[in-house]
């Protein structure tokens, strides 16, 4: 989420992503907000720059409620494809080949996003 959240107790997240969903459930532009987000959310999660993962799930379950299943599909998703890229990059890590790479100094990463979900 935003530094809005940072060093802030687990209570008072809860509150604050309670408070952005009542607003939420006041606007007639809904689909605006949840494109907003679907991009916001997508820079955090590529740049690496969320400040919790815990706060950005309660956040797409409190969506989930309130907007149905179908809405927070492609969010889901794309914390997904974040969590299946983490992993392969710690497999890729382990073998004789990243070895290779690091020792020339070059720093390897990839991400493996699914092109449905992500927006463009």
């Not at 997240?13 to 009542?22: E, S």
């Not at 179908?70 to 599909?73: A, E, G, L, Q, R």
């Given at each position: 989420m935003t530094n809005e959240l940072k060093g802030k107790s687990e209570e008072q997240?809860?509150?604050?992503?309670?408070?952005?969903?009542?607003l939420f459930?006041?606007?007639?532009?809904r689909d605006i907000f949840?494109?907003?987000y679907t991009i916001f959310f997508a820079s955090r999660l590529l740049?690496?720059?969320s400040i919790s993962k815990d706060a950005e799930l309660l956040m797409l379950q409190k969506l989930k409620i309130e907007c149905g299943h179908?809405?927070?599909?492609k969010?889901?998703?794309?914390?997904?494809d974040m969590n299946i890229s983490k992993d392969l990059n710690e497999e890729f890590?382990?073998?004789a080949l990243a070895k290779q790479i690091e020792e020339s100094g070059?720093?390897?990463n990839a991400e493996i996003l699914t092109r449905a979900n992500w927006p463009e």
């Open positions: 997240t809860d509150a604050r992503l309670d408070a952005i969903i009542r459930c006041c606007l007639h532009g949840i494109k907003s740049n690496k720059t179908n809405t927070v599909h969010l889901s998703s794309m914390l997904n890590k382990k073998t070059i720093i390897f």
